[in-house]
């Protein structure tokens, strides 16, 4: 490939990148808050409306049932007492108009029985209206006394309580002006309970009398309320509870996605930066060695003026092959096989490397004792993390200064170690853009060596960071694992 196909295809993914980048990116975040707030308050509430429902429809029913189970027994308990069992019901003794029809009931014995049954219905707590139906859906008789006579011809739950035989009940929250039965004397304040309680013959299969009660009990109210009003904070709490949850995944689920996305565009970058990288090496190297060569050679025959303008040539290709060697080291791919390294020996070599040029620098270093302390890594590329450190620290001190190499924090699991030089330093922009690739203040510098310091610890499994301020100074923080044990 040549240089000139390399830049077509860089140039090609770059056009195709800025063309991504004005389609505004998917906010997984964003989405979430809106969709799943949507969704679990919809839920909630409907959650809450339906438990809301059982919580009255069951509270009304019980009410309902215990009335007419009470209804029932005070009806047979007054036919006892009496002494008219297994002749007549309650029911069949209610109807005024069939007293004449029973000559086996004493006269005397059914009405103590019908009186004491209507008292008791009368003095039902928190009875509304209550009213007695015949079987020709007449009044017989009634709290309000304006109701009795009356014929009820058009009550479906009446009906439907005749018919079939059963107990009906239904709840209402304000007044049917249409029902001609619901006249009640004191009208209800709130909720009340219509209730329809058969009563039956001997046989136990003809409904003989039906009786229609209104109430209005405030205790049950109450509780139904409280217990709503709790029904509907523990939905609340929940519904809350759900969605910080899942909202803390989805947060840490960005988080994750967007640091894979960042290497993602990262390798990416690598990898066409290789490719290029690999077409200019192979196209410079072979001039490069040419001009060199040629150069020497020219050398050997020139004792002249030409002499010092031949050596200008031969120092500037010698830094462009530098410049070529480091640009293919930066990009070159790295293993992941690490294995514990001895940390102090690593970095007592990079700075016998750099005795020379510290030395000249007039740098001082202070090095902490590090005890043969071992940290997972690879020897090579760990002396090439101290090589690039320490040269952009004798870089920021050109006038002198001290190297300080200390451990900030050592456990089990890992080793934090800082070098710090007393030099320029760095603005905030600055240490910004000091892991980005090719970028760099030096002059005739690639830009590469803290971009290959990033990949060399993240690969080990470990970390880098800067501190520094203009004028006092820069840090860098290398973590490390440690071997496990």
């Not at 964003?30 to 949507?38: E, K, N």
């Not at 009640?184 to 309970?193: D, E, H, K, S, T």
């Not at 970095?347 to 490397?353: H, K, Y």
Request: charged share 20%; with cysteine; net charge negative.
């Amino acid at each position: 490939m040549t240089i000139e196909q390399t830049l077509d295809t860089t140039s090609l993914h770059a056009a195709d990148t800025a063309g991504a980048s004005e389609r505004p990116p998917f906010n997984l975040l964003r989405w979430y808050a809106v969709v799943s707030l949507a969704v679990i308050v919809s839920v909630a509430v409907g959650l809450g409306l339906i438990s809301s429902r059982f919580v009255i429809n069951e509270s009304v029913e019980r009410d309902a049932l215990l009335t007419a189970q009470f209804i029932q027994s005070i009806a047979s308990a007054e036919v006892r007492h009496v002494s008219i069992p297994n002749i007549r019901t309650m029911g069949e003794l209610l109807d005024p108009r069939l007293d004449e029809a029973f000559p086996e009931v004493a006269p005397a014995a059914r009405r103590t029985a019908r009186w004491e049954f209507l008292d008791h219905i009368a003095h039902l707590p928190d009875v509304l209206l209550a009213n007695i139906y015949a079987p020709d859906r007449t009044v017989i008789w009634s709290t309000n006394s304006a109701l009795i006579g009356k014929l009820i011809d058009s009550d479906e739950d009446l009906d439907h309580a005749f018919d079939y035989k059963v107990r009906v009940s239904a709840s209402y929250h304000t007044l049917d002006d249409a029902r001609s039965e619901q006249k009640f004397i004191v009208p209800p304040q709130n909720l009340f309970i219509e209730n329809y309680i058969p009563l039956f013959d001997n046989s136990g299969e003809q409904v003989t009398a039906m009786v229609e009660i209104y109430k209005e009990p405030r205790d049950l109210i109450e509780r139904i309320e409280q217990g709503l009003l709790l029904l509907w904070l523990g939905t609340a709490l929940g519904a809350g509870a759900v969605y910080v949850s899942l909202y803390l995944i989805i947060y840490r689920a960005a988080k994750v996605l967007a640091t894979q996305q960042k290497q993602l565009i990262g390798n990416e970058t690598v990898v066409a930066l290789g490719e290029m990288s690999s077409a200019v090496a192979h196209s410079l190297r072979n001039p490069l060695a040419s001009i060199r060569s040629s150069a020497e050679l020219a050398q050997e025959f020139d004792d002249g003026a030409a002499h010092q303008q031949i050596d200008a040539i031969i120092s500037q290709v010698d830094r462009m092959s530098q410049w070529v060697r480091e640009l293919l080291q930066s990009l070159r791919p790295l293993t992941d096989e690490v294995e514990p390294v001895d940390l102090e020996r690593a970095l007592r070599d990079s700075l016998r490397a750099y005795d020379g040029a510290i030395s000249e620098a007039r740098v001082s270093v202070k090095l902490a004792e590090l005890g043969g302390v071992r940290v997972m890594g690879q020897a090579g590329t760990l002396v090439q993390v101290f090589n690039s450190l320490i040269a952009n620290a004798l870089e920021a001190m050109p006038d002198g200064g001290e190297l300080r190499v200390e451990v900030l924090r050592q456990t089990a699991k890992s080793l934090s170690l800082r070098l710090c030089d007393n030099g320029k330093g760095m603005s905030g922009k600055l240490q910004g853009m000091a892991f980005k690739p090719f970028f760099t203040t030096k002059q005739g510098g690639l830009g590469v060596g803290l971009v290959l310091v990033k990949r060399i610890m993240e690969r080990s499994g470990g970390s880098v960071r800067l501190h520094s301020r203009e004028g006092e100074g820069t840090c860098a923080v290398l973590n490390f694992r440690m071997p496990p044990r």
